[in-house]
């Protein structure tokens, strides 16, 4: 199983990659499809910690090969020529399809398990039960529950293996202990869904959290909004909320995402940001008035260097030649018009009343 434990490491080649200890990453995605419920979609990076590192020949799951070797230890000797699962075939891919459970994120190369599975899977109700729930809005509806990794390890292993398919940037690791997981949850709208069974939450994306981070001042250590769910601005959500838990968080006032951030993340980011400090700067920051770059990482909670990122990447900075720089306020309606981005009306994907923190 894997981790919830996040850090950065270079992508490397499979054969590199475990020769030099990097398993869990890999150059490029080594499993073909997914099939999430009734979703069934293209992974997009490699993810070697769903197998076992002494199975070569990548002829099962990890832990269909650990259970084969206990049963008969001489399998393992006999992995490079055996070919005994018709789901790994394929020469590009480890394995053509994994299915993973829509609740609670086992996963199988067996569809029938899957479907077994399905009918008994505590976490198939109607509402999440697992972790605590911080947020809960009815309207849209959305809920965000917090689950703390050494109380639901196997639950967030499994998540972040998931994850780890959508993550470019981001290793797997095995301890999930000092890792919160923070799950939103919706309905999927599916048009397969049996219209006289009760609709279930089911999780559309999650963040984690490391709870004693070296640097304090991170809120939030990975994000992933799970592809069946994307273009619902769920990404916002997360991230909002990330901000708000920061605010009840002693000594993180001042916040923001570790750093590298996936290419998603990066764009969630700034697109949030810029949004974010458009309204702020048009609102609360007058022209002519003075204000500094503590004025506003006072008023937004955001880190200093990730206005400064989200300014420049704006164009609204600019180098004098004594090397000042100075903002650039008259640009800003014109980074409005370009974005169709109303300074006037902020839109939000949370409600703070629905906050349970």
Known sequence: MS?????????????EGYDNGF?????????????????????????????????TAHMALGY????????????????????????HNDDDY?????????????YTSNSHEMQQHRVVCSYNVARPKVGKLLYRDDHTPYLIREVRGFTDPLFCQNLCLFGK????????????????????YGYDNDVNADPYTEQHFKPMGFFSKEMLAYDNDNNLACICVFPPFQRRHLGSLLI?????????????????PEFPLSPYGKVSYLRFWSKKLASVITSHFKPGSSFSLNDISDFTGFRKEDILL?????????????????LLLGNLQEWCTANNVDPNQEKSMMNTEYLLL
């Open 165 to 184: 398919l959508f993550l470019d940037d981001k290793s797997v690791y095995y301890n999930i202990d000092h890792f919160n997981f923070y799950i939103v």
């Open 64 to 87: 269909d090969f650990s259970n084969r070797i206990a049963s008969d230890p001489s399998t393992v000797t006999n992995t490079e020529n055996s070919n005994i699962d018709n789901n």
């Open 310 to 326: 989200t300014l420049e990447y704006m164009k609204l900075l600019k180098k004098d030649s004594r090397g000042n720089v100075k």
């Open 240 to 256: 909002e909320f990330s901000y708000a838990l920061a605010h009840v968080t002693p000594g993180q006032y001042h916040s923001g």
């Open 23 to 55: 398993y869990g990453v890999l150059d490029k995605p080594n499993i073909k499809t997914v099939l999430f419920g009734n979703y069934r979609f293209n992974t997009w990076y490699g993810n070697a910690a769903y197998f076992n590192a002494y199975d």
């Open 94 to 106: 480890w394995l053509n399809e994994l299915y993973v459970c829509e609740y609670c994120f086992k």
């Open 3 to 15: 981790d919830g434990r996040t850090q950065a490491k270079k992508s490397v080649p499979k054969d």
